[in-house]
């Protein structure tokens, strides 16, 4: 039982950090220039690291 919990949570792991780095890039494609643009731009890159964060954290629970 313990190799099935252990696949689904490097599953979870493996969805943030895709989802993290897919945010990062497109925080850096994002080419308006406009205000919101820019707050577009933060909430990305606010996504990109928070799925890298949790990519690791399910990482560091998996060793």
């Known amino acids: 039982m313990s190799e099935w919990i252990n696949s689904i949570v ?6 943030a950090f895709v989802l993290g780095v897919s945010s ?11 205000p919101s643009g820019m707050q577009e731009k933060i909430e990305y890159g606010f996504f990109g690291v928070s799925g890298l ?3 690791a954290l ?3 629970a998996l060793a």
């Open 10 to 15: 490097f599953g979870v792991g493996m969805l």
């Open 24 to 34: 990062i890039i497109m925080a850096f494609i994002a080419t308006r220039s406009t």
């Open 53 to 55: 964060i949790f990519c």
């Open 58 to 60: 399910i990482g560091y």
